[in-house]
């Protein structure tokens, strides 16, 4: 993994390489994977404690051999600590290989995982930017063939393959439903995802695929199931440092519970605290990357308090509260993430139909429709369908409703 697809994977905020975490924080994070404490990695490491909580608070580890040393015993991707798979693989005691053909088949492994990381990259990026549909086929095959690798890889490697599996199993669970609109297998493979999430316990992947699974139900229509599992992700916040995916495990907690509570107060508050705190996560600078991908940034924070209080509006100012945020969202929103404005222009048409305005909720629709085909999303393609059912049943004849139909081939 080069430099720049360390940032794309894990840059969620301001651009800039003062963003990403430094060598210590690298080594914390997947220390903290496989041994509990550092008392735990001491005895590991045959080292002193005072050495290891001094790899885990410097800036950069200048040793390469000690950054070799901890690539291995800690199992962290070469490139977070500036290396190879290839220097990884040369410092190999030669006692460990009989003939230079094993060497060779680790070195093949390593980079088979390697391609593997790049492709899941590529498909994220695909998500969130668009491009061939071809990215979306090429994910799957490869997702088929990495079930077929975990299930023989050695027992020292299984973990790693699992995890990479149950990372690609959540990506291929996006783009099912949002892309291909393939709900069966959206939903089987968000279980996937969570069942070796929790085969391999471990935190950040079972509060990922929990997310997953809630998303995956919300966008079909399954709200109490989706209300259960972002519950259940939800009871993982503890766990989990400030990150993109706690950010997003709030808003969604809003997102999912905001249409229970039209008429409960008393959720309202809640589903507001949420929206707070991440809030202030991104407001106080308590964001740390992780391996989620999930983005978080103040521009979904605008649009997730737009979205929900336009369930919860009643009057004029409530409306234009949501245009402020929503108008906010989309100033704020970054130009890499631009499936978004799918979504945003989507909420958009749903503020102009509760100010009865049918043009400007269809010019919208069809701002969003556009949005959708050039990024391959039938999800928001399906949303704007949905929406104009709604449009037709308040005028047919409408000029600018009958103009969004014939958009959607429907005339």
């Known amino acids: ?23 210590g924080e690298v080594i914390a994070h997947y220390r903290k994977k496989l041994y509990r404490t550092q008392e735990d990695f001491r005895i590991a490491a045959g080292v002193t404690l005072r050495i290891v909580q001094e790899w885990e608070t410097n800036i950069m580890t200048v040793d390469m051999g000690r950054r070799i040393f901890l690539a291995r015993m800690l199992k962290i991707p070469p490139a977070l600590l500036g290396l190879d798979w290839h220097q990884i693989a040369s410092h ?9 053909i ?51 890889a050695r027992q020292t490697d299984r973990e790693a393959w699992l995890s990479l599996l149950c990372r690609y199993y959540q990506l291929s669970t996006r783009i099912k439903q949002q892309c291909l609109k393939d709900e069966t297998a959206a939903t ?31 966008q079909q229509g399954k709200s109490a199931q989706a209300r259960e599992d972002i519950a259940a992700a939800l009871a993982y ?13 709030y808003l969604e907690s809003a997102n999912i519970n ?36 999930f983005r978080f940034n103040l521009s979904a924070v605008h649009h997730e308090k737009a979205r929900t209080l336009l369930l919860w509006q009643k009057t004029s100012e409530d409306r234009k ?31 102009y139909l509760a100010d009865h305005d049918l043009e400007g909720s269809a010019q919208s ?26 449009l037709d049943e308040k005028n047919p004849r409408n000029p600018h409703v009958r103009n969004l139909g014939l958009e959607l081939g429907i005339y």
């Open 321 to 351: 509260t949501v245009q402020d945020k929503l108008i906010t969202a989309i100033e704020s929103l970054p130009p890499q993430l631009a499936i978004w404005k799918g979504y945003y222009f989507m909420t958009e048409a749903q503020l």
């Open 188 to 218: 089987d493979h968000a279980q996937q995802a969570l069942a070796l999430a929790r085969e391999l316990e471990d935190a950040e992947l079972i509060a990922s695929s929990l997310v997953h699974c809630a998303c995956t139900n919300s």
């Open 92 to 100: 190999t005691s030669s006692d460990e290989y009989a003939d230079p």
């Open 237 to 249: 916040i503890d766990k989990l440092k400030n990150s993109p995916l706690k950010g997003n495990i």
């Open 102 to 152: 094993s060497q060779m088949i680790e070195l093949i492994e390593e980079d088979a995982f390697y391609a593997y990381e790049d492709i899941l990259i590529m498909g994220h990026e695909y998500i969130h930017n668009g491009g061939t549909i071809d990215i979306a086929y090429r994910v799957e095959r490869r997702s088929q063939k990495l079930v077929k690798i975990a299930q023989k």
């Open 1 to 23: 993994m080069s430099a720049m697809y360390w940032w794309s994977r894990y840059g969620n905020f301001a651009p800039g390489l003062h963003n990403l975490p430094h060598m």
């Open 258 to 293: 905001a249409p229970f509570a039209i008429s409960d107060s008393r959720l309202q508050s809640q589903c507001r605290a949420w929206q707070d705190k991440a809030t202030t996560m991104l407001y106080n600078g308590l964001v740390e990357p992780d391996e989620t991908f």
């Open 365 to 390: 629709a069809k701002a969003a429709l556009k949005m959708a085909r050039d990024m391959h999303s039938r999800q928001v393609e399906a949303e704007v369908r949905t929406h104009y059912k709604r």
